[in-house]
């Protein structure tokens, strides 16, 4: 399974476009990528996932370059509940390895 | 239509006692897995069951065991408790057996404190 590298943490003001950028440099030809959005003491929601180039829904997009070793995660217009731990995960298995993920604060 | 449920949401135990989590897959959905997040860290992998059979098992003591019934509803055992087993127990489920895009969906999670 691909590892996956994230910032840590990230700080942003309520209104701005956020992107969190997951390196998978070993990422294999049938993996997809996927992110979750977990808050404190609840299980991770599903956010976005994507095979190649770009994927919008209501919530966010998905851009990945064409060498797939990357991807961004963005979020248009953030507000404070938007808070949270971010995960950028890539397999095609049934075994999801999560990394420390991305800490996301919103500030007012 | 309902998310993955578990039960209970919390549960408060001492140490050398037995527990047994519960889990609902969504409906149609035919694979379980488990996962232990410890505060502050990512989940980690427990086991994944798949038309009730066995599919993946992560690094874990044989201390933790599960199953899954027919109708696709999963539990997770665990034995001997010891205090480094307090922590948010998920569960998950997808369609499949997690090819291609077959997203994994989590369920709010059993809140275990080991006293």
């Known amino acids: 399974l691909a590892k996956t590298t994230q910032p840590i943490s990230m700080d942003s003001y309520e209104g701005q476009e956020v992107n969190i950028t997951c390196s998978h440099n070993?990422?294999?030809?049938?993996?997809?990528i996927t992110w979750y959005q977990q808050f404190p003491s609840q299980g991770p929601r599903f956010i976005i996932q994507g095979y190649k180039t770009k994927v919008t829904n209501e919530v966010a997009s998905l851009f990945i370059p064409a060498d797939r070793k990357s991807s961004t995660l963005s979020l248009p217009r953030v507000s404070l509940s938007d808070t949270a731990v971010y995960y950028c995960?890539?397999?095609?298995?049934?075994?999801?390895?999560f990394g420390s993920g991305t800490r996301l604060l919103v500030r007012p | 239509d309902a998310g993955v449920t578990q039960s209970p949401t919390h549960l408060i135990k001492t140490r050398g006692q037995h527990v047994t989590l519960r889990c609902s897959p969504i409906s149609g959905h035919k694979s379980v897995s488990w996962y232990q997040q410890v505060l502050g860290q990512g989940p980690q992998f427990i086991f994944q069951y798949y038309e009730k059979e066995e599919r993946g098992r992560g690094n874990f003591p044989d201390r933790f065991s599960a199953r899954q019934f027919p109708n696709y509803s999963s539990e997770l055992n665990v034995n001997a408790l010891l205090l480094g087993d307090s922590a948010l127990y998920l569960c998950?489920?997808?369609?499949?057996?997690?090819?291609?895009?077959?997203?994994?969906?989590f369920g709010p999670g059993t809140r275990l404190t080991v006293l």
């Open positions: 995960l890539v397999g095609d298995s049934y075994k999801l390895i």
């Open positions: 998950a489920s997808r369609m499949g057996q997690g090819v291609g895009a077959d997203t994994q969906y």
């Open positions: 070993n990422i294999a030809t049938n993996d997809y």
